[in-house]
Structures are given as C-alpha cells and as structure tokens.
C-alpha cells in the first residue's frame, strides 16, 4: 500500500515568507507527528495528532508555527513569517497505536530553505 | 524518556556483520529500545524494537544485556544499502501514541 506522503518535496522561501507543508498519512492511520531536522542533528518532535485532535504541541518552537489536521487524516504545517532558522527538513510520520510494534512510518520529507 | 548515547561513526566492510552499540543506562522497567535507520535524503525507518528477550526478524537482531543498560543491532551480512544513520530510542511501548526522542545517532558507512 502506499506509504506516507509529503509535499512539495523541496522549498524555497524568502524570510518573511508564510509556507504550508502537507503531509498524507497511510490510510487508517489515527497517529500523526511532524517533526523538524536540522542539518546534521536528528529529527526533533513538533506535534501529534490523534485523528483531528491536536494532543501535544509542546515542541513547536514558536507561535510562527501552526499544524491542523480537520478531518484526522491530511495534515497541514504552516510556519508564519518564516526566518532563517526554520531551515531544516520537516518530516511527518503516522501510526496506527494500539497495534503491532508501535512503529511510526515516517515520510521522505520537506526540505525548506529560507533564505 | 531515557537517554541513550551512541557513537557518532563506524565502518564496515561489505558482507560483514554490523555491530552497533547502544548504552542506555538509565532505562526503566517498563521502556523498550527501538532502533530505526535513516538513509539519505529520506524518512527515518524501523527496524526492531525489544524489552529484556533478544530479538530478531528479516533485517537485523537486537541484543539486549541481562541489566538493559546497554544494547547491540547486529546487521549480518551488512550490504553497501545500509549506510544510513542508525537511531537507538527508548521509550515506553505506548502504541504510537507519543512523539520519539531521537538522538544524534551512529552513521554506518559500509566500505566496498
């Protein structure tokens, strides 16, 4: 079946710009994340989603940045005002919990670049 | 969630067995080690995950020493393909339901 999908793949933006980066999940999925990876580092938690419900948000780095998923199931990250920083690949992951391993199923990716 | 520390590298030659250390010695009862992979330019990949038993499944085996303090992926026939930065994590088995700590990671480079 189809995995998790991202897009665009690849984004350029100019500070101050607004962006909004989409994730599908797999299909069933209620579990969604995003998270944020810096160049060299690991990814670093954003948030989580169980279906439309937004139960943790702690890792957001700032007000700049918003993730809604209205119908629990496409999810979409915005970043406000983009600065230089936010430069990093973004990457969205789904699991069904409950079930088998626990595993997240992660996408490829939205490598944005502020520039 | 525990920490776990990693080494940043190593290398290995094609066909041999990967040996990648984990410690984790803070680790509670109730934690499971998980690894994941992520090769370049995609998302990060699971491969297995155990609590005290050491296990193993179609792409590597875990061990996992009699205190849980420490941990080994064991790639056997390591092949060009697993170069990739290997994530040891540690959290509780919560079914998916919560964001996972991710380190620095070892990356692997399988020599030719």
Known sequence: GAGVSQSPRYKVAKRGQDVALRCDPISGHVSLFWYQQALGQGP?????????AQLDKSGLPSD???AERPEGSVSTLKIQRTQQ??????????????????????????????? | ?????????????????????????TISGNE????????HSQGPQYIIHGLKNNETNEMASLIITEDRKSSTL?????????????????RVWGGGADGLTFGKGTHLIIQP
């Open chain 2, 1 to 25: 969630d525990a920490k776990t520390t990693q080494p940043p590298s190593m290398d290995c030659a094609e066909g041999r067995a990967a040996n990648l250390p984990c410690n984790h010695s």
């Open chain 1, 85 to 115: 920083e936010d430069s990093a690949v973004y990457l969205c992951a789904s699991s069904l919990p409950g079930t088998g391993t626990g595993e997240q199923y992660f996408g490829p990716g939205t490598r944005l670049t502020v520039t």
């Open chain 2, 32 to 39: 499971y080690v998980y690894w994941y992979r992520q090769i």
């Open chain 2, 74 to 90: 064991i790639l056997p026939h390591a092949t060009l393909r697993d170069t990739a930065v290997y994530y040891c994590i540690v």
């Open chain 1, 44 to 52: 670093e938690f954003l948030t989580y989603f169980q279906n439309e």
């Open chain 1, 64 to 66: 700049r940045f918003f």
